[in-house]
């Protein structure tokens, strides 16, 4: 087996039992960057040089015996919205191009303290801003799986980083669907945990009450094990909960005898696209015969899901984006005359067109007249859902759906459509809205050989519950893990 067709957990192995150093791991990720790179557009920013000295680093501490946990030496890439010490972070936007903070996310300082090279920054839509991974202002990721198509977003270059297998795993943020989706068009593993699990520390913030960083791997054991690394209690971020059962590899147990899934009727209606509906219905039949209790239900208050989330998260990002000003950091345009004037023409220039539109929306919903006819009226909708799933979840251990409701659209279809791609999270924003934790495991192919990805959602704190039903499916043979995706697809 060549080094990146492995799994991160395995690579990790073969370096403990020295048949491997982190140097040729390191290598081997970048052998297959020189062929599919200038392509595929995966990453904004590649630290070759400053990755070989960190594995050069890396590899003396493993043979001290200083470094000995699983992820010691292996190659990961992070997404571009979470600061990394000392390399360069934008966001995917021009305001943003020559930002190089002075710390790291703490996510980011925990997958280095376990030994984890970081290779580079991937590309994502701008602020997050997307669903598509082409709003980035330094060109959009293709999906590796076939290069008409995106790879989903706004973790998509995260997500198309490990399908090609152009790093092991990588770090995404999900605001509404940010690591769940891509996960699902690019046919990798992707996790958005409860909220408060991983601290938002150094995440450049788009909704702040929405926000949750996670991880994108090649398989269950993989997304565990980085979710067991970065979950952490931090006094740095407000919103981070201290809890005592984030040791999530111990989940990963085939039973789910008992185990009550339900999926609700409202998911499967107009809009989702047949081949996708059937590969997640077939995926639910292999819990069935491991001898979980699969059952329909209604969850309702589907439809508003998606008018609620944009509201919420545009308002939260007007107010996140206010301090892009051209005065502290970044971008500042040229040519200004007075201060309003230099705010209005680096704001301009510097943000990308989505920005400006979820900018405009969030600043109109707040303002006077509107906000209780739009923000308010959102925020009631929200506890809403979440008094929904709170109903469900007395009833069934975890809930299943589809991740998203077609495969991966061509390029530039979205773009030219953002209803259609606003549409394209209605089956992820409610989690996020509910602040629960949901993973996406590949659970097959459409006619056009595109991957599928279904949708586990749980009730808070209950990621081991999910652990435990993708790892159960995963080694039942499910369609999935589709593993490296080749070259030439």
Known sequence: ?????????????????????????????????????ESLNCYITVDREGAFQRAEEVQRKIDAGILTGPLAGVPVAVKDNLCTEGMLTTCASKILQQFVPHYSAQAVHRLTQAGAVIIGKTNMDEFAMGSTTETSAFGPTKNPWNERHVPGGSSGGSAAAVAAGECFMALGSDTGGSIRQPASYCGVVGMKPTYGTVSRYGLIAYGSSLDQ??????????????????????????TSIARMDMDFTKALQKDVKGMRIGIPRDYFTEGLSADVGNSVLKAA?????????VEEFDLSLVEYAIPAYYTIAAAEASSNLERFDGIKYGFRAGEREGLHKMYKKTRSEGFGEEVKRRIMLGCFVLSSGYYDAYYLKALRVKALIKQAFDRAFETYDIILSPAAPTTAPRL??????????????????????????GITVPCGMDAEGLPIGMQLIGNCFAEKKLFRAAFAYEQAGGQGPFGVCGEGK
């Open 412 to 437: 530039g279809e979205s773009l030219a459509d953002p209803i259609s791609m606003y549409l394209s999270d209605i089956y992820t924003v409610s989690v996020n809205l509910a602040g629960l934790p």
């Open 213 to 238: 960083i996670g991880p994108l791997c090649r398989d269950v054991t993989d997304c565990a094990a980085l979710l067991e690394c970065i979950a952490s209690h931090d006094k740095q971020d407000s």
């Open 1 to 37: 087996m060549k080094p990146v067709e492995m799994t991160a957990m395995e690579l990790g192995r073969e370096i403990r039992e020295k048949r491997m150093t982190a140097m040729d791991a390191m290598q081997a990720v970048f052998d297959v960057m020189d062929r599919r790179e």
């Open 285 to 293: 039949d292999v819990l069935k015969s491991q001898g979980a209790v």
